[in-house]
């Protein structure tokens, strides 16, 4: 005579519920996993080549001396170095600290070249085209996978997907934990028990901050990014109180300041009307009984607080202004709260605009705060913690196929994900919020289209597939 106790329909459903969520968590994480780790992988690797050599290899040491020399014969110095006849100065560097190089970027016709130069002695001390090194190829494969386009939209996709797994990793640990304390603390145990304890420990542990790292990278992609939350972040053109500019079309900050998939403005201006030269209104600036010129412009810069290493960049063509900008994006400090960019008529002198952080909304704000934290800008112990984050997802994407390999049947053909339960009733308070993500980011609703076909509409119609994923 049988006499177990059939087990209740509340639990019933509930473990319905969680082979549910496992199945998902199981897709989000196979798709993911690679992508997660190449990112952390590459991450670590711009950390080490920006803190030991510089993005443009402006961490060269030089000699103090008491004597610095002007900055046109350092300019000048630099430019003869790359082509003495056709070359052009574009943009300076200032020097970090008093015994680093001062960097002139050398424009000659469509070659740009990174040039280091001794503050001391005006001598060439190094030289590189732009974006050349290693540190810009981790850039490259972290932005795009170096294919473009496609390989932004899959990284976005990644991304989005991550921040569903995230969601469904931490319900399945806490519906096996029941406590913040067990969710933190790894349990002892062998095999299986010890990966997955490892596995929910470290991935409760980095969640909030992966979470903000897909939030702040998918910002920077094409499609949320680009054609959503920065258009939605621009600033009014006449923030500045200056006349409508005097052109048909208005340039922004990323039209003129960025070159390509190189950015050196901050996030929120990308999008964000550029003022133009000509105008004739504008705050008192240069003195315009005084030449126009680097020595000119950068001692100005420092009379308003510009201190180390900040950017410099030339008027371009008939309309450009002169810019001045410090952000903790670009490696120049370490608090995203000083963020600063003037532009400076050529003509008046005056000051066209002046943007700080303040002025940023709320999401610009967000976005200054979290690159600062993504990147590792905000001085050593975020580096140390960037460092033990990437380490920590390397590690989670590891452990989850350990996981994986050792849950396997023996002998098995196919991925063999957890089991489908189809007599399962939609379950809102998860659903919901999955779909809100979903929604939220529109390349993640066509790999959740795609994974559900698969999942439930042809396994039971394709024998070969069901191999697989069954």
Known sequence: MDTTKPTPRS???????????????????????????????????????????????????????????????????ARQSVNAETASVVQYVAPRANDMVAVFRVD???KAMMVAVDPYTAKVVNSMPRNDGWYHIMDEIHGDMMIGPVGDYI??????????????????????????????????GKGRTWWRSMHGAFGTWVSLLLLLFCLSGVAWAGIWGGKLVQSWSQFPAGKWGVEPNPVSTVPTHGDVLNDGKIKEVPWVLELTPMPVSGTTKGENGINPSEPMTLETVDRFAREIGFEGRYKLNLPKGETGVWTLSQDSMSYDMTSPTADRTVHIDQYSGKVLAD????????????????????????????????????????????????????????????????????????????????????????????????IWILDTALLSRIPALSLWFK
């Open 108 to 110: 000659n016709g469509d």
């Open 11 to 77: 639990e019933q459903q509930a473990n319905r519920r969680y082979l549910t969520v496992w199945r998902w968590h199981f897709y989000f994480g196979l798709l993911v996993a690679p992508f997660l780790t190449l990112l952390a992988i590459t991450g670590l690797g711009m950390l080490l080549f920006a803190n030991i050599t510089g993005k443009e290899g402006e961490r060269i040491h030089v000699t103090p001396q008491a004597q610095v020399q002007p900055l046109s014969a350092q300019a000048e110095a």
């Open 355 to 450: 943007i700080h952080y303040d002025d940023y909304n709320f999401f610009g704000k967000f976005m200054a705060v979290s690159i600062a934290l993504h990147i590792g800008t905000m001085g050593w112990w975020s580096v140390l913690a960037n460092v033990l984050f990437c380490l920590a997802v390397i590690f989670i994407c590891v452990s989850g196929c350990v996981m994986w390999w050792k849950r396997r049947p023996t002998k098995a053909g196919g991925l063999v994900p957890p089991a489908q339960k189809i007599e399962l009733p939609v379950w809102w308070a998860m659903a919901v919020p999955l779909l809100i993500v979903a929604v939220l980011f529109p390349t993640a609703i066509a790999a959740i289209a795609v």
């Open 155 to 188: 990284l976005e996709t990644a991304a989005s997907l991550t921040i569903l797994m995230i969601i469904t990793g931490i319900y399945l640990w806490w519906a096996k934990q029941r406590s913040l304390k067990s969710m933190l603390v790894p349990k002892a």
